[in-house]
């Protein structure tokens, strides 16, 4: 699998390179999407030219680049930051976390969760509660992974003690999976981030080697053994695409949908079930 490098504290022209080099534009594409000439572009990335805030925040709106990521390349052009990273829990971050509760929520009867750009869990709807359940006592599944004070969404999927074992589809599932992470990792060139992946891709591995895929799918067909019945789920990930401060920026919504009739009248059974 390819290898992930990172380079924080990166000098500015270093820094745009990088993220042009990981969107894969070349300096003309870059200049054009940005509205500016290639010579320019290929100064500001040699150094020859020192580039405005307005300029850095141009190139950050052409490439794509995260939240988290537009405030380093500021800093490392001497500019101080311009995005905000509240906690969910602040006050600041009441309306936020109203509409994610209403979007868990309105998914009942299925399972919804949200998850931090580590993919540490802080939502769940209680049909999430319902499906980490099915395995037995979810603090004791929480407790074989080792995922300590944070429950960890992607370590519970990879570990060998963890989700996997009622996975009947784990070898088509996984490639798809790591491979998001992987990208993710890789986009966000932080290193604590790049660390945690080359950990869930250490659980991943140690049943052998990983199937990749040439395209990922916008959801990830899931089957869970129950023990009596297997459940077919389809996971779909979506995230605040305009949102203006970090941790808004960085959250990701995961909604399980029923993939044939049995599942679909299984959550629908069970709505009025709480979880242990």
């Known amino acids: 699998m390819q290898t992930i490098s990172h380079s924080e504290g990166a000098s500015f022209p270093t820094a745009l390179s990088q993220w042009r080099k990981i969107r894969r534009m070349s300096q003309l594409e870059l200049?054009?999407?940005a509205e500016v000439s290639q010579r320019h572009i290929s100064w500001l990335e040699t150094g020859r030219s020192e580039p405005s805030r307005n300029m850095i925040l141009r190139l950050c709106r052409a490439l794509e680049i995260p939240l988290r990521n537009r405030n380093n390349l500021l800093t490392s052009a001497g500019f101080a930051n311009l995005y905000r990273a509240n906690e969910l829990s602040a006050p600041a971050m009441e309306s936020?976390?109203?509409?994610?509760?209403?979007?868990?929520?309105?998914?009942?009867?299925?399972?919804?969760?949200?998850?931090?750009?580590?993919?540490?869990i802080k939502m769940i709807n209680d049909a999430i509660g319902l499906l980490f359940s099915l395995g037995g006592d979810p603090d004791k599944l929480w407790q074989a992974v080792g995922s300590g004070d944070q429950k960890n969404l992607a370590l519970l999927t990879v570990h060998p003690k963890g989700l996997r074992r009622h996975i009947n589809n784990y070898e088509q599932m996984i490639g798809p999976f790591i491979q998001r992470l992987q990208r993710e990792a890789?986009?966000?060139?932080?290193?604590?981030?790049?660390?945690?992946?080359?950990?869930?891709?250490?659980?991943?591995?140690?049943?052998?080697?990983?199937?990749?895929?040439?395209?990922?799918?916008p959801f990830i067909p899931l089957e869970i053994n129950t023990g009596n019945k297997t459940l077919k789920l389809c996971s779909?990930?979506?995230?605040?695409?305009?949102?203006?401060?970090?941790?808004?920026?960085?959250?990701?919504?995961?909604?399980?949908?029923?993939?044939?009739?049995?599942?679909?009248?299984f959550f629908h059974d069970h709505k009025s079930v709480k979880p242990k």
């Not at 936020?96 to 540490?120: I, Q």
């Not at 986009?187 to 199937?211: H, N, T, V, W």
């Not at 920026?249 to 049995?262: K, N």
């Open 31 to 33: 200049a054009l999407t």
């Open 96 to 120: 936020v976390r109203d509409v994610l509760h209403t979007v868990l929520d309105s998914h009942m009867p299925y399972p919804a969760l949200v998850v931090d750009r580590f993919w540490n």
């Open 186 to 217: 890789a986009e966000s060139l932080d290193s604590k981030q790049i660390d945690l992946f080359r950990e869930f891709q250490e659980f991943a591995e140690d049943g052998g080697p990983i199937e990749m895929v040439d395209e990922i799918l």
């Open 236 to 265: 779909v990930i979506s995230n605040f695409g305009t949102a203006q401060d970090i941790t808004s920026h960085e959250l990701r919504i995961e909604t399980f949908y029923p993939a044939d009739r049995e599942t679909k009248l």
